[in-house]
């Protein structure tokens, strides 16, 4: 016995031994979907048409959300063939990010963004992230390794280190998802970026902001690399170990780095509005009040997948020109590890600070 629900792009099919989603056809044609995209960076589009343009994007960000989850399943079977301490998140991307990217890159267009669904695997060391990447190089599937950037051996000029898998889904219309795989100093490193960027309400992982905070974190990325065995950044190399340290030393103390984390990151207070009665399955919307210095939280089963899509959507909508409210609809597997992958929107930096006062020490190579 089993009822449907119908929700944006699915249909959700209740069993007796649980909820299953099944696609349906998407809603709106690629060409409705990039207009949605150019109507929502413009600056000049009036309310009507922004409201009709979030709803498309909603539908088409909702589309990715089973296939979404089938790659999460797959990654999670193999990542526990190299650890036992890897985790995995998934996340749909949020309104501002997919329209910064879309202003970034001119020609990009809505339907062909490849990173609308994405997944992110957090291994314990770079030996880990290696040997995942090449679970996936062997594997065989129906959808076709559309791109891979190792930007560990190569990393962006801001110090950014990761490798990014792009698939292109076997599916009609072409879908595109992707999947990160990072160590925990690289993750580390980039939620620290993100919770600067937020502190000084600038997208510093977009390369805006102050420079000096900039610089540092460059710095911070060559001195991480040298743990990890891998090459620092071009700029740095010119730098000896000891010298690396000391630059990075003199950033902590001259930004006051360490103070700066501890004051404004302890101002912020988690606000959840509701407790979850199990602890897999769940999607959490997570919003990051920068204005209030709150954190809220609600939480849906996997059966309320509908209802978090609405609710992030009305979020959405309420908080389009607000730059100090960040909005995002994540699923981790399981509610306890939120925080642990998401440290940036509950500004948590605890395990950044312990590895800034090892540098001061002078210990953070010995660690």
């Not at 329209?99 to 062909?112: D, E, W």
Request: glycine share 4%.
């Amino acid at each position: 016995m089993h009822n449907t629900i119908k929700s944006i792009g699915y249909e959700f099919k209740i069993v007796k031994n649980g909820i299953f989603m099944k696609s349906v056809e998407l809603e709106y044609s690629k060409t409705k979907i990039d207009r949605a995209g150019d109507v929502l960076k413009s600056k000049t589009s009036a309310t009507e048409d922004i409201t009709k343009a979030l709803d498309i994007l909603s539908s088409w960000r909702a589309y990715h959300a089973l296939p979404l989850d089938t790659f999460a399943t797959v990654l999670r079977k193999r990542i526990q063939k190299i650890s036992d301490h890897a985790v995995v998140a998934q996340r749909l991307k949020r309104t501002p990010s997919i329209l910064l990217k879309l202003s970034n890159h001119k020609t990009m267009r809505l339907s062909a963004m490849q990173d609308i669904g994405g997944l992110r695997a957090i291994l314990d060391t770079t030996e880990d992230v290696y040997k995942l990447l090449d679970l996936y190089k062997k594997s065989k599937s129906k959808h076709s390794l559309f791109s891979q950037d190792d930007y560990i051996e190569t990393p962006k000029k801001d110090g950014y280190r990761s490798i990014h898998l792009v698939y292109k889904l076997a599916k009609t219309p072409n879908l595109f998802l992707e999947i990160q795989l990072r160590s925990q100093l690289q993750h580390i490193w980039a939620t620290g970026v993100e919770v600067f960027g937020t502190l000084q309400n600038s997208s510093f992982k977009s390369g805006h902001g102050s420079k000096k905070w900039l610089d540092f974190f460059s710095l911070l990325s060559s001195l991480f690399a040298i743990k990890e065995n891998r090459p620092p950044l071009k700029i740095h190399s010119i730098f000896s170990r000891a010298e690396l340290i000391n630059l990075v030393q003199k950033e902590i103390q001259e930004l006051q780095v360490i103070e700066n984390l501890s004051v404004y990151t302890a101002a912020y207070r988690t606000i959840s509005k509701n407790a979850p009665k199990g602890r897999k399955g769940h999607y959490s919307l997570i919003v990051l009040n920068s204005r209030e210095n709150t954190i809220s939280l609600e939480t849906y089963g996997a059966s309320q997948f509908e209802v978090a899509a609405q609710a992030y959507l009305d979020l959405e909508r309420l908080h389009f020109e607000d730059k100090q409210i960040n909005v995002v609809l994540v699923n981790t597997g399981d509610i306890k590890k939120l925080e642990l992958i998401y440290p940036n929107y509950f500004m948590d930096t605890k395990i950044l600070v312990q590895n800034l006062s090892l540098i001061v020490m002078g210990k953070f190579l010995e660690s």
